[in-house]
């Protein structure tokens, strides 16, 4: 063991930081800790603890199939208190469903944008700086789930198997979550910053 640092290989390439600006076209929250689905709000209020009320809100919540690591119901650090929603991307599902209309109520959504391209790929660590000073710190992509296309699939009764296919289908388009970095009140129509810190690959030695 040396206290010299590790070489660089000449793969190791780092991407710049930069920032791209973009709109906020709604907000929305859950009417109680016990719905998923969300409904359009005037303005959005955040506190440390995410949306007060929220579904999702707290400082903390319990582990589930997304961390196999831990013991189903373990007590973790709460790094999923908002879903931010991209229009396009919404578009595309909606596409590739082959349906109508797939509104960001419908799988849970807190924030609403346009503008940004390829949210759900905005690296872990962006800092989302919205116009009147709120700032919610990305935590990384959402993965689709068939608890989500269930509640599509409740708006489409004639259709079958669409909450398996949503899952399918919606895989790197499904938006981000993060957590609270400053408080604040989000409205529609706000511009928002994304600001992407350096990126990089890690390779394998």
Known sequence: MTDQPALIPEEFRIAPKFK????????FRTASPDDFQ??????????????????????????????????RGTEMCNERQVS????????EVARRMEIDDLKSEWIGGNILVSAIANLTRVPPR????FEGGTVIRVDGDNAPCRF???AIAANYPDREGLDLLFPKVAR????????????G??????T???HIPEQWIYPRT
């Open 84 to 91: 931010i929603l991209a229009v396009d991307e919404l578009c």
């Open 192 to 194: 928002v910053t994304a």
């Open 185 to 190: 009140v989000i409205k529609p129509g706000e």
């Open 126 to 129: 962006t800092r989302l700086v």
């Open 172 to 183: 790197g388009l499904r938006g981000l979550v993060g957590y609270v970095e400053k408080p």
């Open 20 to 27: 791209v600006d973009g709109k906020v076209e709604g907000v």
């Open 38 to 71: 969300t409904t359009a709000a005037e303005s959005l209020e955040l506190t440390f603890e995410g949306v007060p009320g929220d579904r999702h809100a707290g400082f903390t919540r319990k582990s589930g199939g997304r961390e196999p690591w831990y013991e």
């Open 148 to 150: 989500a296309g269930a």
